[in-house]
């Protein structure tokens, strides 16, 4: 398969196929990450800049051992300490990066749209890392890639439960794509000051009540409450929320008896998600960390050679 | 009656072929041809043939951005956009840098606007309500008053204080002053950087509901009603704003309303691929919206229609869209899309008139051309022929900010006279 797209802004610019390719690709990188020298000389000579605008330690590392398995240079560039801070604009920062000529950026960034906005304006790929509330293409893929090792190819048949803070996930929104891309049906349950509008014209089906939403679902992805949305208020405090849309093992007993939990990180504990259910032996948290390596060495790899992709 | 100094034959008024006739800088007549063909002019004659006639228009709400902002804007580009836009009078907002809230500002923004245009575009200055615009304070209105301010407003920086707001309409009321109020409640609003609905939830950005706005619509409708003191409000953006001006006016209170061309035109949609130039506040709506406007429009429920000029420089807009800063510039391209509702059947060309000079002179108490003999010679010709691509170049405003950027318009002013002297055409630019 020829690799088209220069960049890797949301899953709505990827088809079915693509998707699959992706996950067919990160299968020969976890083998490779499997092995005890992690290393494949196919990046050998480019170099990626990991453009992290706002706070992040999961995505951020993962975009690097990534990088670095494959052979990339990859260099990093904060908020803190960079120009940004000193009022340059996205559009400067983007251009005087470009100027240093690497082969891929990988951008987070606190608004909606920052990705597509780098993606008009440069050469190199721009591979988004989370844009605001957007979108969020690398975890929604790592998450697929996750259940697919559990589900295959397949997912027709099979519901998945979004469940905590949807309206400021840009999570949700692409793993909605994603999923329901891929076969499964969703369902969102969360309190309605924390659902986006407009959701009617989203494929999910909206619950209210958590026990009500965990009938019979096949995995449930549970989202991380930020702390700072009670001062906003929209909601009352962390404890009501843990006892209404907290997940702990009363809610599985409704649900299949292979329900899978998930979660990106980080996770808080005792709010969002019991502690004990974390670590359950259902909870493919850590396959998700393992899987996110894999995948953003699948995405880095075609988005960086895609004059040349060819199966390897 | 002697002959005119000159006359501009066979414009389209009313949708009938009229003579101009002018002499000394003012009105002699207008005519119908067969009249006008046995009059010759002591000077010249034009020919007018498929060009529309209109007074010279006014704009009751742009934001000229000087002093303080002169790279988005100078009150010499801004009013050369006018000119080539075809107002002849244009009210300026008060979020100038220092705020227009005392007398020195706004004498400096009259001199300044003399010395560029000494026979117009005339500048009519909008005061700030409160001090600094900061909501917190009365401005000094009668001192604003004195040298020249003809409204008042907190535009930009809505006041959500409705006690201070009650005290400013009962304080501007003494001086003879309109409010004209920036409707919408801050809180609700919040940060919204577009309309909160389908478009903003699929985008992942921040919404400002139009209840923000309808609110606060409300608020000063009732407040009106309870001081008994007309109230103006400022661009008008959705369908229950309409619904409540509209049962306001039939209680008989005196409120008043103006929207844009943007909001007769575009929906939320131009936000797509995170289109900073459609970024504007009160941010476009939806396509229900943009229909109840229209019928607002048509049925007077909005008395007038105005720009709400606001131009910004390239790189402020080339960013995301919550970086970008609100506006559209207008002036340049309002006369075109209010001629192209007219090509869709939305307004006619008696609706431009009406609501673009006779009843924003009527509510705001300015001069107008009602082509009445003696009336001052201000009036534009607009060529619904021309069609002209919107380029950087092609606009004489310093804001090349609109979402019209790329777009061919159908119809342009192809002359602008003031005082009887023909001031702008396309031929001289």
Known sequence: MQWNHKDLLTISQLNREEIGYIFKIADRFDEVNMRPVKKVPVLKGKSVVLFFAEASTRTKTSFDIAGKRLSADTFSLTKTGSSLQKGETLKDTALTLQAMRPDAIVLRHWSSGAADFLAKRLHCSVINAGDGRHAHPSQALLDGFTLRSVWGEDFTGKTVLILGDIAHSRVARSDVQLLTMLGAKVRMCAPRTLLPCGMRTWPVTVYEHLATACKGVDAIICLRLQLERQKAGLLPDLREYAMTYGLDFSHLQQASPDVKIMHPGPINRGVEISSALADASNSLVLNQVASGVAVRMAILYLHMTRETAEER | ?429
């Open chain 2, 1 to 429: 009656m002697s002959a005119p100094e000159y006359i501009v034959r066979n414009v389209l008024w009313h949708n009938q072929a009229m003579d101009l006739l002018v002499d000394q800088g003012t009105i002699q007549g207008l005519v119908p041809v067969e009249q006008g063909k046995e009059i010759t002019p002591q000077s010249h004659a034009k020919d007018g043939h498929g060009v529309w006639l209109f007074p010279s228009l006014i704009d009751a709400h742009v934001h000229l951005r000087e002093p303080g902002q002169e790279y988005k804007e100078t009150i010499a580009s801004g009013l050369h956009a006018a000119l080539g836009g075809g107002f002849g009078q244009v009210m300026c907002m008060a979020n100038t840098d220092p705020v227009n809230d005392r007398a020195q500002i706004t004498e400096y923004i009259l001199d300044t606007a003399l010395r560029a245009y000494p026979h117009g575009p005339r500048i009519r200055p909008v005061g700030a309500l409160t001090k600094g615009l900061a909501g917190k304070e009365l401005a000094p209105m009668a001192e604003l008053a004195a040298v020249g301010c003809v409204a008042l407003s907190n535009d930009g920086m809505p006041v959500g204080d409705n006690d201070l707001f009650r005290r400013a309409m009962e304080y501007a009321s003494d001086l003879g002053l309109k409010i004209i109020d920036h409707c919408e409640d801050p809180a609700l609003s919040g940060h919204g950087v577009m309309n909160e609905g389908v478009v903003s939830g699929r985008l992942g950005l921040k919404g400002s509901p139009t209840v923000a706005e309808s609110l606060q619509v409300a608020r000063d409708i009732l407040l009106s009603e309870y001081l008994h003191i007309p109230i103006h409000l400022a661009h008008i953006s959705c369908k229950e704003s309409v619904d409540l001006i509209l049962f306001a006016k039939e209680k008989g209170i005196q409120v008043t309303a103006e929207t844009c061309a943007h909001y007769l035109l575009w929906d939320e949609t131009m936000l797509e691929g995170y289109n900073t130039l459609a970024k504007v506040h009160p941010p476009l709506r939806t396509r229900e919206d943009v229909l109840a406007l229209r019928h607002a429009v048509q049925q007077g429920v909005i008395d007038i229609l105005v720009t709400d000029h606001a131009p910004h420089a390239d790189f402020e807009k080339e960013t995301t869209l919550d970086e970008a800063p609100n506006g559209i510039s207008g002036l340049d391209t309002a006369l075109s899309l209010y001629a192209s509702l007219v090509e869709k059947k939305v307004i006619t060309q008696d609706d431009i008139v009406t609501r673009c000079a006779l009843r924003p002179a009527e509510i705001f108490h300015l001069p107008v051309n009602t082509f009445t003999p003696g009336d001052r010679a201000d009036f534009v010709l607009f060529d619904p022929k021309i069609r002209w691509e919107v380029t950087p170049s092609s606009l004489l405003s310093k804001g090349k900010n609109t979402p019209c950027m790329g777009m061919n318009l159908q119809g342009k002013v192809s002359a602008h006279y003031l005082e009887g002297k023909l001031v702008y055409s396309t031929d001289t630019k």
